[in-house]
Nanobody
Framework: QVQLVESGGGLVQAGDSLRLSCAASGRTFSSYVMGWFRQAPGKEREFVAAVSRSGVTTLYADSVRGRFAISRDNAKNTVYLQMNSLKPDDTAVYYC??????????????????WGQGTQVTVAS
């Protein structure tokens, strides 16, 4: 099975930047579509961003487009989420996910097979 470990979360001020990382186990990382999701208190888990297996194609939620950037380094088995101009509404637990059964980027949580444990991002006003 695929193991995913997120890191890089923390407490920041509005307007600050933060970079999340997700390290994946295994030898077939480059075959997975990768995504980031987040869940705020009292809300449903929502899509944030996804990146294709090659890293060429990306997909973003409207709420983060232009502020966040997803990327991957297949040589390091790692996917990143660069978050700029953070807002209090970005406060959530952020999860990375691996889509081992899909060939295209997807915003649907059920499209992803494996999930990390999550990392807390808190943005103070």
């Amino acid at each position: 099975q695929v193991q995913l470990v997120e890191s890089g979360g923390g407490l920041v001020q509005a307007g600050d930047s933060l970079r999340l990382s997700c390290a994946a186990s295994g030898r077939t990382f480059s075959s997975y579509v990768m995504g980031w999701f987040r869940q705020a208190p009292g809300k449903e888990r929502e899509f944030v961003a996804a990146v294709s297996r090659s890293g060429v194609t990306t997909l973003y939620a409207d709420s983060v487009r232009g502020r966040f950037a997803i990327s991957r380094d297949n040589a390091k088995n790692t996917v990143y989420l660069q978050m700029n101009s953070l807002k209090p509404d970005d406060t959530a637990v952020y999860y990375c996910a691996a889509g081992t059964r899909i060939a295209q980027v997807s915003a649907i949580p059920k499209s992803y097979t494996y999930w990390g444990q999550g990392t807390q991002v808190t943005v103070a006003s």
